[in-house]
Every structure is written in C-alpha cells, then in structure tokens.
C-alpha cells in the first residue's frame, strides 16, 4: 500500500484526538499497528504531534492526513515536518471545507475544545487555548479550514514534497479521473464517516465506478463502515487496494489501550483469512468481482 509492504490490506484511518478516549492517545494505536505490521495515520487533529509520535513509534509506517489550512503556510508546515519526522504519504482531505450539523454532537455536548498537538508552534501551549472561548471547539476547527480548496491547490500542494500525495474524500468516476489527471499517489474513496453530509452515498456503492474510472492508473483505497474481515474481502474483490478502518480502532482504544488495538487487528486478520479461504482465495489478489453477487 503506497509502495510499502503492508501484512494485511488494512491501514488505520485518521481520527481526531485520540487523547479523548485513553491516555496513550495516537502512540498506543501506532504502536499497535506497528506490530500488526499495517499503516498508521495521523490525523492533523491529533492529540498528539507529528514529532511525538515518529519519536515513539520510529518502526511503523506513518502517514499523515493534511486538512488543508486557510493559511496555506501552516498546510506547507504540516506537510514538511510530516516529511521531516518520516512519515511516507500524505493522505489530503478533499470533502470537508466546513463541519456538517451533527445533532447527536450537539445533543451530547461533545467537546472537541482539547488539546491538539500539531498546533503547538504556533498557538502557544496547546490549541485548547484557542478554543476554549467557544463552546464545543467545531467553530475554531472550521475558521481554520481552507474552505475553497480547487485543483490548483492540490498541485501546490503536491509541489511542496516527494512523497506520495494521496486524495481522501472522492466519491464519484468524474472526480477519480481528475484525481488521476492531476498524478496524485492513491485515492481513498470515502463519505467522511457519513456524519458530515447527511444522505452521502456510502461508498461501497461508488467504490466500483471509481475503480473502472481509474483503470488501474492509481491505487484506491476506501473507508467507511469497515467492521468485520468480511468488510475487507468486500472491497477487495470490488477492486480497491485496501482499506481504511476507524471506529472500531478507537473503540478498541477506549476499551483497553494498546493492547485493545492489537486485540482488534488480530480479530480483524482472523477474519480476513477465514473469508479468503472460504472464497477460495490464497492471496488477496485473486480476489475479483465474481466474488460479490449483485
């Protein structure tokens, strides 16, 4: 996945502030990817920076997902300390320019007025500070999003390293195809979770018409409502490369730390090889779409 050896098509998908839910934030889920032998990333939003986590996790493979910035100075920063700290792709977010209306946020009182560590260099202490005259910390996330980010900027931004450069958040062939126009490193085929855009298509009913519109001219990933073994042979045999998961990480992290993270990718392999041996299938690549009626 993104020319790295990977030990299962699994990578775990970026998730905000991990610190809200155990102590051992974003080092407890890379450490634990780092022994299952996946791909970890870290979410600009994280609890915990760039730097910490390379420094403690120096053995896995780190991405880091860039939220394009309304300052686009700050985004060329993520991006090269990215670089810098040896993560090995950039996973760019292209579907969110504003949060959506999450009622089941706003009936909670979820907070996300915490501590994020990749502001440090430049909000003082931690980014909380700058939050926390607002009530819940969505309105100073938001202010801080680029929010007209064009094609353009994705090849500015594809300027500014070597690494691979990989789009999250496309939903249709027609996007697909400019994606690929535009030489971008992979694309992951998502709906943001589907807590963004109330009624978004879920992606394993868009991911087939991404794959034939690529035609194999770069790798596609996808994400969202990836829970069993069995989620993962899916998407395979619909073409995509690999896949994203995330809730059940964090509710894996929740429940027991690092440990919790490992119990859940060790779950998540047992599966996928039963549901390859069932189909017939020694390796994931023999995979295909007569694999899935419909």
């Known amino acids: 996945m993104a020319g790295q050896a990977a030990s299962l098509p699994v990578a775990i998908a970026p998730?905000?502030?991990?610190?809200?839910?155990?102590?051992?934030?974003?080092i407890a889920t890379a450490h634990a990817a780092a022994a299952a032998g996946i791909p970890f990333t870290l979410s600009t939003m994280?609890?915990?920076?760039?730097?910490?986590?390379?420094?403690?996790?120096?053995?896995?493979?780190?991405?880091?997902?860039?939220?394009?910035?309304?300052?686009?100075?700050?985004?060329?920063?993520?991006?090269?300390?990215?670089?810098?700290?040896?993560?090995?792709?950039?996973?760019?977010?292209?579907?969110?320019?504003?949060?959506?209306?999450?009622?089941?946020?706003?009936?909670?009182?979820?907070?996300?007025?915490?501590?994020?560590?990749?502001?440090?260099?430049?909000?003082?202490?931690?980014?909380?500070?700058?939050?926390?005259?607002?009530?819940?910390?969505?309105?100073?996330?938001?202010s801080d999003l680029d929010q007209g980010l064009t094609w353009r900027d994705v090849a500015e931004i594809r300027s500014w390293t070597s690494l691979p450069v990989i789009l999250k958040g496309i939903l249709t062939a027609e996007d697909a195809r400019i994606a690929v126009d535009h030489g971008v490193g992979g694309i992951v085929v998502s709906n943001h979770g589907a807590r963004q855009l109330d009624r978004a298509v879920a992606t394993a009913d868009v991911l087939e018409e991404v794959v034939v519109a690529v035609g194999g001219a770069t790798e596609i990933w996808v994400d969202g409502g990836i829970r069993r073994g069995l989620d993962v042979v899916t998407a395979l045999a619909l073409g995509a490369r690999g896949v994203l998961v995330g809730r059940p990480i964090l509710w894996a992290l929740a429940a027991a730390g690092e440990a919790g993270v490992e119990r859940a990718l060790a779950i998540l392999r047992t599966e996928t090889v039963i549901a390859l041996t069932l189909l017939g299938a020694c390796t994931p690549d023999e995979l295909t779409r007569a694999h899935v009626a419909g």
């Open 46 to 142: 994280s609890t915990l920076s760039i730097e910490a986590v390379a420094a403690a996790v120096p053995n896995g493979v780190r991405w880091f997902q860039l939220y394009a910035q309304a300052d686009p100075r700050r985004s060329r920063n993520f991006v090269e300390r990215a670089a810098a700290a040896g993560y090995s792709a950039i996973l760019l977010t292209v579907d969110l320019p504003i949060l959506g209306y999450r009622e089941r946020d706003l009936r909670s009182g979820f907070n996300l007025a915490v501590p994020h560590g990749n502001f440090d260099d430049d909000r003082g202490p931690d980014h909380a500070s700058h939050a926390r005259d607002r009530d819940t910390g969505y309105d100073s996330i938001e």
């Open 15 to 26: 998730m905000a502030a991990h610190g809200l839910v155990h102590p051992g934030a974003e």
